[in-house]
């Protein structure tokens, strides 16, 4: 089992709808949870970030989390041609640790 | 504008010949970190500096080294680039601030590595 997993896609969204991008991690003493953004050839750009149960919301972006069930989750509303990229999760496993865990990341593409 | 600058943004090597990737920072962070990220996968943890103490991962290759020379500058060298190590090396910074490390991560450009 993938410590950090995500479905690859493509997930394809037309313009306007809910992205819903989904993430499993494996450690349950994990702390922190981020999700990257990445177009093809660039380097990763932090979307949003969370540490306790629930969503926290950010313009269009909320990210989800919920420890129990060790999954944490993206949403992206009104989605944008723009916001086509490979979206990654990423788990930092410890309280003041520094070694974070990245998926393979999700391929969304968003048709206008 | 304060941010992670990697150079060169590509670059070529031959077989065997050693190669040097550079990183700077301009946000006086504490940790630098190198990741290294092939097509389609994950970026893949090589090392992190907290400060001068060097924390090298039990899977990296001997053939990757690094440098921190002071807080700004941080260097990889790969001693002897085989045709798998063709990839883009990321480098990346976050700051320790005491109590839970957020470790927000903000990378730079990247530097695209071939082997021939």
């Known amino acids: 089992q993938k410590e950090v997993e995500q479905n690859s896609g493509p997930l394809s969204v037309p313009e306007g709808a809910i992205a819903s991008l989904n993430c499993t991690y494996s450690?349950?003493?994990?702390?922190?949870f981020f999700w990257y953004r990445q177009y093809s050839g660039k380097s990763p750009e932090l979307i949003m970030f969370i540490y306790s149960n629930g969503d926290k919301e950010d313009g269009r972006f909320t990210a989800q989390l919920n420890k129990a069930s060790q999954y944490v989750s993206l949403l992206i509303r009104d989605s944008q041609p723009s916001d086509s990229a490979t979206y990654l999760c990423a788990v930092n496993k410890e309280a003041g640790g520094f070694k974070t865990i990245f998926g393979a990341g999700t391929r969304l593409f968003v048709k206008a | 504008d304060a941010m992670v600058i990697q150079n060169p943004r590509y670059q070529v090597t031959q077989f065997g010949k050693p190669v040097t990737l550079s990183c700077s920072q301009t946000?006086?962070?504490?940790?630098m970190y190198w990741y290294q990220q092939k097509s389609s996968q994950a970026p893949k943890l090589l090392f992190h500096?907290?400060?001068?103490?060097?924390?090298n991962e039990a899977d990296t290759p001997d053939n990757f080294q690094s440098r921190r020379p002071n807080t700004s500058f941080c260097f990889l060298d790969i001693r002897s680039p085989g045709l798998g190590d063709a990839a883009m090396y990321l480098c990346?910074?976050?700051?320790?601030?005491?109590?839970?490390?957020?470790?927000?991560?903000?990378f730079g450009a990247g530097t695209r590595l071939s082997v021939l």
């Open positions: 990346a910074t976050s700051a320790k601030t005491g109590g839970v490390a957020k470790n927000i991560q903000y």
């Open positions: 500096y907290y400060d001068k103490d060097f924390n």
């Open positions: 450690d349950r003493g994990s702390q922190s």
């Open positions: 946000l006086n962070h504490n940790v």
